[in-house]
């Protein structure tokens, strides 16, 4: 059983799953490597020379890997609703979590299998978008979703920032007040 499964690795997720991991949380990332992204070369990333979006791809799950999250290759097939949470199927294998993540980028059509609220989306990432509150949580109470996939504009800067905030929040809601994820030099 996990605590939050997220699924895509890309910018929004292996983020989202980087602080998850640090809060000592049970982490899975299931990530089909359909993204786009990859075939980025990204000279706008705040406080980064430049960077390919393969390396952004592959340091952001190994990030997440270092502090304990598990990431697997994998299609997310289905996401049913368990009594303990939830229920992930991928590639014929069967995974339960407390909480999911959504961060599928411009593939929308498990969210829309899973019956979540749609809205009208902005850029390339629409015509079609997930709804969320402003805390990052969809129709769906226990799912949450971040990245170009709630219509998040199309920059590793802003979909990566979003992952973080979209944890941050859902952490927080778990520990009844704001997580903070601090870390200083010797
Ligand atoms: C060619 C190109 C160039 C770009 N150049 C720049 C740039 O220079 N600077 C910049 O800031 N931004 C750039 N971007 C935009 C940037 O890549 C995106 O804004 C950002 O990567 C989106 O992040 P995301 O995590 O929301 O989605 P993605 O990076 O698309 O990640 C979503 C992941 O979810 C996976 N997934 C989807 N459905 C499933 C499923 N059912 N099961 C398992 N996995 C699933 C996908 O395979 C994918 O790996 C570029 C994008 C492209 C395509």
């Known amino acids: 059983m996990y605590d939050v499964l997220i699924i895509g690795a890309g910018p929004a997720g292996a983020s989202a799953g980087i602080f998850m ?36 791809f592959e340091t952001g799950k190994r990030q997440a890997e270092k502090y304990g999250a598990e990431v697997k290759l994998a299609e997310v097939s289905a996401v049913e609703r368990s009594e303990s949470g939830f229920r992930v199927t991928a590639c014929a294998e069967v995974y339960e979590s407390a909480a ?47 990245g170009i996939c709630t219509g998040q504009s199309m920059h590793i800067s802003i979909t990566s920032g979003d992952g973080a905030r979209v944890a941050i929040n859902l952490l927080s809601e778990w520990n009844g007040r704001q997580y903070v994820d601090h870390d200083m030099m010797c």
């Open 100 to 146: 999911v993540i959504l961060a599928t980028g411009a593939a929308k059509g498990l969210a829309r299998q899973m019956g979540l609220q749609m809205k009208p989306g902005k850029e390339e990432g629409g015509p079609e978008v997930i709804a969320v509150d402003e805390e990052g949580r969809t129709s769906m109470k226990g799912v949450w979703a971040a």
């Open 21 to 56: 991991a640090r809060a000592k949380k049970k982490v899975l990332i299931l990530d089909n490597d359909k993204s786009g992204t990859k075939k980025a070369w990204a000279a706008n990333h705040y406080a980064v020379m430049g960077i390919t979006g393969y390396d952004v």
